[in-house]
């Protein structure tokens, strides 16, 4: 269809300089363009090319979303939207293995692996030289085993330290921090052997070697005598988290607002992906990793920031302008888990969040009020709360902090959220103001359990 379509634009005649309404009409007459003036043979182009990429989407997920994610591999903000699909595809991506990933993204057990070429420090030749060895010698044992069988002279320290660094190894052994001090011996330890290797020496292992291979396995233990050093405690798992970041672009095997997503949901905030369908004089509210802080002096001399953020979502622009910047400007550290409210500007095509105020995620508290069922469909009770409430929250813009109804009755406990209009702007006054009303209250931390 699509050939029979170009064929015909091609033989009749051409559309694309229409300057005057009678050739515009014989165009869209004949068929050879829409009636919005868009060429019909790209219609039909797109539209099968639409229908097919639809098919794959559907039947072949894992293979089509790792295609995906590999033709946009030099696009972080569309890898990071493509890895949000996949989470709400429920297909999960995994880290970097050195024994089982390829060049690119891979589909493997339901899940797509990372490839090597996506990490930072790792080049064409030293992924050619571990593939080699891999498929050569079968799966690697160890560090040492790794560093024995590559060339070294491919993979250096710092692309063995990048692979360490991003998760590679952790199916060999998942502490980071114990392989990162054991680098540094088992490299010159390979070293040693490789010289000794092309110079033709060997070692005594090498040479009783070759009478183990009637067992099937492999000749060649000597990695096993690979020097190691004192062990050590792992990474922390926010600083193992910050690595992968580093090297990868993103989050991979865990993110740090993961952990908090179903807590979060009660401050009713919105995803990043979603900002450019928001309204520009709506208060909003994020939840956000800070990934930049680039502070900015206006033409007055105030200081001022410009925010890099993102969430499980996407990846976004954010801006402090002066007056807030001056409050808030203590809690903008790379890395922090924040909580930001603000609204949405639109300039010269791009979207931004205009932050009004900010706090970090873990010092968040929410208002607790214990309701009886009475309580609970009583009206003036209700309006009596309602009322405690009102006076709780004074400026609308201030008052950050959610308050929780808990209805108990017998074994049965349900939790309502209250409107944005009841939140409060002070948690221990609002407590006391219930708790001196006859409504138990008390207060918890957004990130408690």
């Known amino acids: 269809m699509v050939k029979i379509v170009t064929r015909k634009l091609l033989s009749e005649q051409n559309v694309y300089d229409i300057g005057v309404e009678r050739d515009h009409n014989f165009a869209i007459k004949n068929g050879l363009i829409a009636s919005n003036c ?18 794959l989407k559907a039947n072949y997920p894992l293979e089509y979303m790792a295609a995906l994610l590999t033709a946009n591999s030099g696009d972080t903000d569309k890898v990071q939207k493509y890895i949000a699909t996949c989470m709400s595809m429920n297909i999960q991506i995994e880290p970097p293995d050195i024994n089982r990933s390829g060049v690119d993204f891979t589909p493997a057990a339901e899940k797509i692996l990372f490839g090597f070429s996506a990490v930072r420090n790792v080049g064409q030749n030293a992924i050619a030289s571990i593939l080699e060895a891999r498929n050569e010698g079968g799966e690697f044992k160890s560090l040492g085993d790794f560093c024995d069988r590559v060339d070294l002279r491919a993979v250096n320290r710092r692309t063995l330290e990048s692979l360490i660094s991003c998760g590679a190894f952790d199916k060999i052994q998942p502490n980071r921090h114990q392989l990162m001090q054991d680098l540094p011996l088992v490299y010159d330890w390979a070293q040693s052997r490789a010289k000794d290797r092309a110079s033709g020496q060997g070692s005594i292992f090498d040479l009783l070697g070759g009478f183990a291979s009637t067992n099937n396995k492999t000749a060649n233990n000597a990695f096993e005598i690979a020097p190691k050093a004192q062990a050590v405690s792992d990474f922390p798992p926010q600083e193992k988290l910050r690595m992968e970041k580093e090297l990868l672009g993103f989050y991979v095997s865990d993110h740090p607002l993961k952990s908090i997503k179903q807590s979060s949901l009660v401050l009713a905030p919105i995803n990043l992906s979603q900002l450019g369908e928001q309204r520009e004089d709506t208060m909003l509210c994020a939840v956000v990793m800070l990934n930049g802080v680039k502070k900015v002096i206006t033409k007055k001399g105030d200081p001022m920031a410009i925010l890099q953020v993102e969430d499980l979502t996407s990846q976004s622009e954010a801006v402090v302008f002066p007056k807030n910047y001056e409050r808030i400007s203590s809690l903008l550290q790379v890395d922090a888990r924040l909580i930001i409210w603000g609204k949405v500007d639109r300039r010269d095509e791009q979207t931004q969040f205009i932050v009004e105020d900010a706090e970090v995620v873990d010092t968040v508290k929410l208002v607790m009020v214990e309701l009886t069922p009475l309580q609970a469909v009583n009206i003036e009770e209700r309006d009596r709360l309602r009322n405690i409430l009102k006076e709780q929250s004074g400026d609308k813009d201030k008052a950050k ?9 017998g074994n049965s406990r349900q939790l309502v959220r209250f409107g944005r209009q009841f939140w409060v702007q002070d948690s221990l006054s609002a407590v006391i103001a219930l708790q001196n009303a006859r409504f138990p209250a008390h207060i918890k931390p957004l990130t408690g359990s």
Do not use: L, R
């Open 38 to 55: 868009f060429n019909k043979s790209h219609s039909t182009a797109y539209g099968y090319v639409t229908y097919q990429t639809a098919y």
């Open 401 to 409: 902090i959610p308050v929780i109804g808990i209805v108990q009755a």
